[in-house]
């Protein structure tokens, strides 16, 4: 075990990047000005905690289930405001090259996400959640849970 967990701090936040497919081909975000309904919705039909939150292609805050709930707590009407007046503060960017025993010390002290951002933008978010799945996946690999 002790291996496995050296070799999966070296995977770089490129490789940690959630992949896309056919079916999902491009990066799940909103805009500040977009309602936080859609920002309800792509998080239920995508299963993700966190949206990032762009101008262009750079990350000027994020979206998080609590901020959602936040909003509905708030009444239906909630739901129509933009998502600028809900969202939090902008994630810590990281080029890709970064490895995820860095990533580590930001998601392990409170940060639910990070950027992973290139001379081109944003490639993606990495989440607390996604990373723990993503060692759980590895450990449940070796002993076939």
Known sequence: ?????EKFKELTAAQLVPARNASWPGLTAVTPVEPMARAALLMVV???????VLDGMMPIGTVDESR???CLASG?????R???EYMGPAPRIFPPATKARELLAFLGSGDS???VADSRGLLGLVTASGLLRRYAGAEAEEFSI
Not at 76 to 80: E, F, K, R, T
């Open 1 to 5: 075990m002790k291996k496995k967990w």
């Open 68 to 70: 959602v709930l936040r």
């Open 46 to 52: 995508h299963g993700l905690a966190v949206l990032p």
């Open 76 to 80: 239906s009407v909630g739901l129509d």
């Open 113 to 115: 996400a990070v950027a």
């Open 82 to 84: 933009p998502i600028g």
